[in-house]
């Protein structure tokens, strides 16, 4: 059982958050397992790991029973994660210019921080605002700076007002990390335009894979109208020591 679930201490956020914060994962593990089992292995993991001041647990949506035991276990529940995968090319047509690029000025997107307010976070408000934009805004700017594999960025009249950082886990999966549009230049069909970009130039020779939260609707209209389809959910909880 133990084989399934995995414990792993997120530096980054540590060191962003001045807080001790882990991560309990799932690894292959199947629908139908024992999910009273399950649960007591996860509270397992949560009290040898007492040194930590947070941890996180992004549980598969097959597990209900496993969701219930752990908020009665003062889990604190942030959201529900979807993962959309691509599906097939839309008919979004190509209205905005989309380059592609290694590297890219960070400083123009930082303001995409302020955006993020979906995210865990931002959600859970034990956790300073102030502190979740820092974090936000590092990872802007080290995404920009070559932690991504490549950037998609969208224009508008010839400034760069939209971005995603693109991330290939081997040759066959792409993940779409960091998708932004700066706040002027929203609801113009430049995020249809960001995607459908990308979709064209790796979805016939990738699987292309973006995360959202159940919260955040016009992120799901997005990746809905550009060929997406929900491939899966988790449940995000937090659980304060």
């Not at 009273?36 to 209900?64: C, M, Q, R, S």
Request: overall charge neutral.
């Amino acid at each position: 059982m133990m084989k399934t679930l995995f414990y792993e201490r997120l530096e980054w956020d540590s060191m962003q958050l001045d807080l001790q914060c882990g991560q309990i994962g799932f690894r292959d593990i199947s629908p139908n397992i024992n999910q009273y089992e399950l649960a007591n292995n996860v509270i397992k993991i949560i009290a040898e790991n007492k040194d930590a001041d947070f941890i996180t647990v992004k549980l598969p949506g097959d597990f209900p029973i496993v969701l219930d035991y752990l908020l009665k276990n003062s889990a604190r529940f942030i959201d529900t994660e979807l993962i959309y995968k691509f599906g097939h090319t839309s008919d979004v047509r190509d209205e905005h210019t989309v380059n592609f690029f290694d590297s890219f000025d960070p400083d123009l997107f930082i303001p995409l921080a302020d955006e993020m307010i979906f995210s865990r976070f931002y959600m859970d408000n034990k956790i300073p605002r102030d502190k979740a934009r820092k974090l936000w805004s590092d990872s802007i700017r080290n995404h920009c700076m070559g932690r991504a594999d490549r950037l998609a960025i969208v224009y508008e009249k010839g400034q760069p007002v939209g971005m995603a950082s693109i991330n290939f886990k081997d040759n066959k999966v792409i993940t779409l990390h960091i998708v932004g549009v700066l706040k002027p230049f929203q609801k113009h069909g430049l995020g249809r335009s960001l995607i459908s970009r990308i979709t064209k130039e790796y979805g016939d020779k990738y699987e292309i894979f973006v995360e959202t939260q159940l919260l955040n609707r016009s992120a799901r209209r997005l990746y809905q109208r550009t060929g997406f389809f929900l491939d899966s959910m988790r449940y995000i909880l937090h659980i304060w020591l």
